[in-house]
């Protein structure tokens, strides 16, 4: 079966910086997505990554390791604004989005 | 670019009516798009993909003849739930491509549904 595995909430400071992982299985890869979602909100894109090696984008960065069924999302300088859950998703061989639950990101001042 | 609406964005319906969910690509045009739905503090799940022209597929689980998917133009698809029953109560998000080529999936801002 397909899956995709992410923690389920993470906590972190207001100015830090949390790197939220995100291991997939799936039957093919053509590219992972990392979304951003608040509550009551629909996603919005964050980042796709296709080749391995880390995206930079202001101060979120996404990282991808094909060989190792590996991705994570790294946010940099913490706003309270960055409360939401994050979500990653993978394009599989047939070109099916897989979505993974979610990592709900708690940001304390 | 790439907006996706949705209308209404919110909607109470008394249980037994159906409910009408309006999904347009604003500035350009969606060769498919996709239906979800989301329980509070849930992940999103797909329920149906639909093609301009074509009848939509629906997911395993999810009841066609009651969750209604038509996809009339390259910019409107529709989903109806039909005989909606409290439990139907739901965030229903869709979202669009642009084409085969581009794997992004623009999401509209979300639907909610709440039938009493």
């Known amino acids: 079966g397909q899956n995709i595995d992410q923690p389920t909430e993470m906590t972190a400071t207001e100015g830090a910086i949390v790197q939220i992982n995100c291991t997939y299985q799936t039957s093919g890869f053509n590219g992972l997505f990392w979304y951003q979602q608040h509550a009551g909100e629909a996603p919005t894109f964050l980042s796709y990554?296709?080749l391995d090696g880390l995206e930079e984008k202001g101060r979120f960065s996404s990282f991808l390791s094909r060989s190792k069924g590996y991705s994570y999302l790294l946010l940099k300088e913490l706003q309270m604004k960055d409360s939401a859950s994050y979500l990653c998703a993978v394009i599989d061989s047939n070109y099916q989005l897989i979505w993974g639950a979610g990592t709900k990101l708690i940001i304390k001042p | 670019g790439a907006v996706v609406s949705q209308h209404p964005s919110w909607v109470i319906c008394k249980s037994g009516t159906s409910v009408k969910i309006e999904c347009r690509s604003l500035d350009f045009q969606a060769t498919t798009m996709f239906w979800y739905r989301q329980f509070p503090k849930q992940s999103l799940m797909l329920m149906a993909t639909?093609?301009?022209?074509?009848?939509?597929?629906?997911e395993q689980g999810v009841e066609k003849d009651k969750f209604l998917i038509n996809h009339a133009s390259l910019t409107l698809s529709t989903l109806t739930v039909t005989s909606a029953h409290p439990e139907d109560s739901s965030f229903y998000i869709c979202s669009a491509k642009q084409g085969a080529v581009d794997y992004e999936q623009y999401f509209g801002p979300g639907t909610r549904l709440t039938v009493t």
């Open positions: 639909s093609n301009e022209g074509s009848k939509a597929t629906y």
């Open positions: 990554n296709v």
